[in-house]
């Protein structure tokens, strides 16, 4: 069978959305190409942004390939599956350019793991895999696209009702194979992702090493994927990164939700020649560890701090165990083995500006960078989310949304800073 496996040309314009707007290797399409081609299928990843290619092209180049079914992710790489653009209209785009050529339709993300129903509505596609997607894209296959075979997959019905089968699921994910990519993607890929110690001095790719998070902080958009923590294991990992060496490769960026302390792999990281970044909690790290993660070639911590009081890290269900004085001090340790920590904050009730100023003037003078607090956007897979509102419907992105502008007149200095409403995005969407 053929599969095509689409990572859509991304648009970011008027979105709210606050990842990185650079290409990503799309992992989750490349662990579905594995598996695929394990079981004998043919599977191509087309990916808009590596591949320089706009949605039309793309729509073009999946119909010459002439596939038994496409999949389309409706998030820029698992990355940025907990903060992904709330707009379908880049996955929807594509699949007007697709236009009926591309065999089965099957979206993958976020969108279609919380909220089904209006998923397929607006895309107008065939099927929407619910929580993490490489396996249950491998099942569907193996059962020759009987989309009633499989769990986690939902659909519509003659009628326009909703067919579930089961809920969200997680994939195995310890025993994934290493991936591969094309030489030429690697080439391409210069972005090194969330890295400011200096510049580029050759490709960057994205991996991971484990998935999920022990944590159930109220903000984090993961309660319909990429939840239950599982680290992966180490020898397919180093066959990856060794892989990813070959081609060039200096530096990695590892997606895990939380990078927690492990030693055998940040030894054997020490013995490659290459740098790597990284998004943790400060308070998990010894100061022997943070020693051990800089000489490893760590060159970057994305560090959650969130709020600089007991009580909002406790509204934040952060579970933290120390002072704000005592992660001070941890995130001023990172530093001195690590070229650049930042400290994440999030915009709380219980934070005064002129403390929550004073705080990033003492980071700054330690070499440690604390952002201007964010404003949080109620994600429907988020514990937030659910506390304002109750479990997701169909309207959930539309509400959080609307909450979302009415509640902020000012955003992070990577948003738009006039971020259209929701529908006013989704308007291209044929099928809305």
């Known amino acids: 069978m053929r599969i095509a496996l689409v990572n859509p040309a991304w648009d970011y314009t008027n979105s709210i959305y606050f990842g990185c707007r650079e290409a990503h290797l799309p992992l989750e399409l490349g662990y579905a190409r594995a598996f695929l081609l394990a079981t004998g299928h043919e599977a191509v990843i087309f990916d808009g942004q590596l591949e320089e290619r706009d949605n039309q092209a793309l729509g073009d180049a999946v119909a010459a390939f002439a596939p038994d079914v496409t999949v389309v992710a409706t998030a820029p790489t698992y990355l940025f599956w907990r903060c992904a653009p709330p707009e379908l209209r880049v996955p929807a785009e594509f699949l007007a350019h697709l236009d009926g050529r591309g065999g089965m339709t099957v979206a993958v993300g976020p969108h279609g793991s919380v909220t089904p129903r209006p998923?397929?509505?607006?895309l107008g596609c065939d099927l929407v895999v619910m929580g993490e997607c490489e396996e249950t894209i491998a099942e569907l296959v193996a059962a020759n696209l009987d989309r009633a075979a499989v769990s986690g997959t939902a659909w519509l019905d003659t009628a326009g009702e909703l067919v579930a089968r089961g809920g969200p699921r997680a994939s195995t994910f310890v025993d994934h194979p290493p991936l591969s990519w094309p030489a030429e993607w690697v080439k391409r890929h210069h972005h090194h992702h969330h890295r400011f110690d200096g510049v580029a001095d050759g490709p960057g790719a994205?991996?991971?090493?484990?998935?999920?998070?022990?944590?159930?902080?109220?903000?984090?958009?993961?309660?319909d994927f990429r939840d239950k923590y599982r680290r992966r294991a180490l020898a397919p990992l180093l066959q990856e990164i060794d892989g990813l060496i070959a081609q060039g490769v200096t530096y990695l960026y590892f997606i895990d939700e939380i990078f927690l302390p492990q030693e055998p792999l940040l030894r054997a990281?020490?013995?490659r020649d290459v740098r790597f970044g990284i998004q943790t909690r400060i308070d998990l790290w010894k100061p022997d560890m943070l020693e051990l993660l800089g000489a490893a070639g760590c060159v970057s911590i994305e560090a959650g701090v969130e709020s600089l009081t007991v009580e909002g890290r406790a509204a934040l269900d952060k579970k933290c165990r120390m002072t704000t004085e005592e992660?001070?001090?941890?995130l001023s340790h990172a530093r001195r083995f690590v070229p650049f920590v930042q400290a994440n904050l999030i915009e709380t009730v219980s934070d005064d500006a002129i403390t929550v100023e004073?705080?990033?003037?003492?980071m700054r003078a330690a070499d440690v960078w604390a952002n201007d607090p964010v404003p949080l956007y109620p994600y429907p897979s988020s514990p937030d989310y659910r506390k304002l509102w109750g479990a997701p419907d169909d309207l959930a992105w539309e509400r959080a949304h609307a909450h979302y502008l009415e509640a902020f007149r000012q955003f992070s200095d990577i948003q738009e800073q006039m971020p259209l409403p929701l529908a006013q995005l989704e308007a291209s969407c044929s099928h809305r």
């Open 119 to 122: 998923t397929l509505q607006k």
């Open 206 to 223: 994205e991996v991971e090493a484990s998935r999920g998070c022990p944590y159930n902080c109220s903000f984090c958009a993961k309660i």
């Open 269 to 271: 990281l020490a013995e």
């Open 327 to 330: 992660l001070t001090d941890r």
């Open 358 to 362: 004073r705080w990033r003037e003492a």
